[in-house]
Nanobody, 126 residues
Framework: QVQLVESGGGLVQAGDSLRLSCAAS??????????MGWFRQAPGTEREFVAA???????NYVDSVKGRFTISRDNAKNTVVLQMNSLKPEDTAVYYC??????????????????WGQGTQVTVSS
């Protein structure tokens, strides 16, 4: 079983930064074989792809966060980080870490990811 545990959410003001982390673990889980992604869901909306990273560090972002968010991973520590700068009120959502075996669809955020974390709340006040 694969476990993904997010941390780092909180309440900040517009323009501030937050760093979300996700720790992955599990018997026979080969972290480096998986695309790691971040998704978010605001109240009353559908879940939205935010960013993804492959094991060789190829990245993809939704247009609304390009230039503000950076996804990174440490394959030795089985962790993935989402650095969020210049936060806006519209970034307010529950953020989820997810893992999926490599595919172009997963990197594009269009696959049905296999594993999900429990989510961490990010609230940006204006």
């Amino acid at each position: 079983q694969v476990q993904l545990v997010e941390s780092g959410g909180g309440l900040v003001q517009a323009g501030d930064s937050l760093r979300l982390s996700c720790a992955a673990s599990g018997r026979a889980f080969s972290f480096s074989n998986y695309v790691m992604g971040w998704f978010r869901q605001a109240p009353g909306t559908e879940r939205e792809f935010v960013a993804a990273i492959s094991w060789w560090y190829s990245t993809n972002y939704v247009d609304s966060v390009k230039g503000r968010f950076t996804i990174s991973r440490d394959n030795a520590k089985n962790t993935v980080v989402l650095q969020m700068n210049s936060l806006k009120p519209e970034d307010t959502a529950v953020y989820y870490c997810a893992a999926d075996p490599f595919s172009q669809a997963a990197l594009a955020g269009k696959a049905e990811y296999d594993y999900w974390g429990q989510g961490t709340q990010v609230t940006v006040s204006s």
